[in-house]
């Protein structure tokens, strides 16, 4: 029902900057919150960041002061703008939202995921 386009991803040397989009598409009425999550090699997804519709945002403290989400609610779009990575940024990264459909009925979804891997 929600489909999802991510792009972003790659190799980048510690001390970079990585910017992630993604734009949601599909059966929504509207989309409350919008975020990322990653997954390390060999652990489980865990919370990068999220923004709701009116741009109040959550970012896990391993990050904050280093990534900044934001939204394009017209578009369905949120970003990660990445600065500063590092090695323990390795990853992949997944587009998250919670949307409600036409029939009103709510769920989380997510993207296919794209890799970010920081190395020298």
């Known amino acids: 029902q929600v489909q999802f386009v991510e792009s972003g991803g790659g190799l980048v040397q510690p001390g970079g900057s990585l910017r992630l989009s993604c734009a949601a598409s599909?059966?929504?009425?509207?989309?409350?919150?919008m975020g990322w999550y990653r997954q390390a090699p060999g652990k489980q997804r865990d919370l990068v960041a999220t923004?709701?519709?009116?741009?109040?945002?959550n970012i896990v403290d391993s990050v904050k002061g280093r990534f900044t989400i934001s939204r394009d609610n017209a578009k369905n779009a949120v970003y990660l703008q990445m600065n500063s990575l590092e090695p323990e940024d390795t990853g992949v990264y997944y587009c998250?939202?919670?949307?409600?459909?036409?029939?009103?009925?709510?769920?989380?979804?997510w993207g296919q995921g794209t890799q970010v891997t920081v190395s020298s």
């Open positions: 998250y939202c919670h949307a409600r459909d036409w029939q009103w009925s709510t769920a989380d979804y």
């Open positions: 923004i709701t519709s009116g741009g109040s945002t």
């Open positions: 599909g059966s929504i009425f509207s989309i409350n919150v």
